[in-house]
C-alpha cells in the first residue's frame, strides 16, 4: 500500500513541476500536452504506456489527435504518492526532453 504524500511532500513536487496542476475535488494532479500532430502524440503516449506497465503504474489519460490530457494518483493510495512523483518526472522528461 503505497503512502499518501506529506503536504510538504505535495508543495515540492508541485514546485518542481509548475505544468501539473492539482484537479479540483480530487487528490490527483493533471497535465496537457500538445504536440504537432496525432503521431507525436501516440509515440509520447507508447513511451509513457511501456514505462507506466514497468513500473505497474498507470495514468489516467484523455487522447484526441494531437492533444493529450493526462491525470496522475494512486487509487490504492487514494490519493497522490510517490508513484505519481516517479511517473510525473518520467512524464515530463518524454515530452520535454
Ligand atoms: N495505477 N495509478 C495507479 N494507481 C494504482 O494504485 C495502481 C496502478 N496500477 C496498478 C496497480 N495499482 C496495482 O498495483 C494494484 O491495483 C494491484
Redesign the pocket.
Known sequence: M?AKLTQAEREFFLSEHPAWRPVEGRDAVKRSFQFDDFNEAFGFMTRVALAAEKA?????WFNVYNKVEIT??????DGLSK?DVALAAFIDEAADG
Open positions: 503505497a505497474d503504474h498507470h495514468p489516467e496522475l494518483t494512486t487509487h490504492d493510495a508513484r
